[in-house]
């Protein structure tokens, strides 16, 4: 970790341990150490280190994870805020790229 | 240039197995790929930097090598071959548009429709026989792992988030270690997107330093070009100095700037250089024209460097888009606040 930290209690990330199969494969995935399984149950030790990427939800093999995941990226929001549309990264238009 | 005319230097000889030709790989990057990549990294060319979909060799791969897959924008292919110095394997290209592996994955082109596509247009199965597929996990948001090996029964390993890991990681038995799937925003990462950023917003500044150069003569004698050289050269440079400094110190100074929200670190640098500003006109008077036009940049500034802070949230591996959000909501009214002041001020300064 950096120590870079972003904005508190923001993260739509959700665990429904019922379903959980404890395959620590969210753990495997996720980019910024928000799970750990103990006693053969994933759980969400640092909710704010999400950022919502969505590999965690894709990859666990349960359905146990759900994570409202999109692109963290102000212009994007903007342009999604004019055309109203759902936020998308120039990353594909021909003339530029954000990352 | 089309695509396939791209001069490919990188291949340097071929395998076939059961009869398809299979190029093999430098490992080793020659001045041409770090021209490239720094080429790419100021925008030229950006968007044809890519390398064909398809199966590639490293070394002198078998049946029972190990396969690595890739993104096809060149810098990550890159990345991936100038690791795999001393290592058999295979790579598999996906075709992302040219987008690296992180972009991609979260517009799902690296992905996994993409992913099974690729395995049977290379007829994987007929290379290789193994059914086991290294990812890089930073594609892990755009691939299902138990969804590729249940339609193509290939299965997914996640390897480490930087390719440099990648030897570490085949020596501890093709285990990443928690660091190793850690993703970073450190100095050097940030830095490198600098360039980019800098010609990316350049359309928005560039013209907007020209007005301020050109309404300077404006005045209630209607317009004066001494005026304008006057003031306006110095409005427009102050201008450019905020677009500048909003755009390359808080990438720079990210962990040290106060803060977690971008806007409020961008903000923050804006003010020093406002500041600075003030002070210069507290002692160089003769450099600016009247106490509005003077006071505008106290607003003008913070304004435009809380803007471009705010947009560098696009390019970080930390910020989410909830976050984003949230941040905007507060953000973008006050942003909008002090540039329509800092406008105002500085168009009434035109005639007072
Ligand atoms: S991936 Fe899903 S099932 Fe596996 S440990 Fe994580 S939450 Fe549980
Ligand atoms: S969405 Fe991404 S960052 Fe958040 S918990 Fe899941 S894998 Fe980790």
Redesign the pocket.
Known sequence: MTGLRYLNNV?T?RLDTARCNGCRM?IV????G??AVTQRKAR?IDLD?????????LNCPEDA?R?K?GVGCASAIIQGAIRSTEPSCGCDSKESSCC | MSKKEQSRQWIIGEVTVNGTKIPIVDTKLISADRLGSYKARWGIGRMRYIVEPGLYAAGKPSAGSPVFVSANYKMSFDRLRSQLKGIDGWILVLDTKGINVWCAAGKGTFGTDELIRRIRAVNLTDVISHRKLILPQLG??GVSAHKVREVSGFMVKYGPVRAEDIPAYLNAGRNATAKMRQVNFGFTDRAVLIPNELIQSAKYFLPAAACFFLLSGVGADIYSAERMIRYGLFSAAIFSAAYVIGITLPPLLLPWLPGKAFSVKGASVGLILAVAVGLYFIYNPESYRNVFGAAAWLFIIPAATSFTAMNFTGCSTYT?PSGVRREMRAAVPIQIVLATVGAGLWITGLFA
């Open positions: 993260s990330l969210c995935v996720c980019p910024h928000v799970f969400i280190a999400c950022m919502e990427c969505g590999a965690c939800e994870l994570v995941a | 892990a948001p989410s």
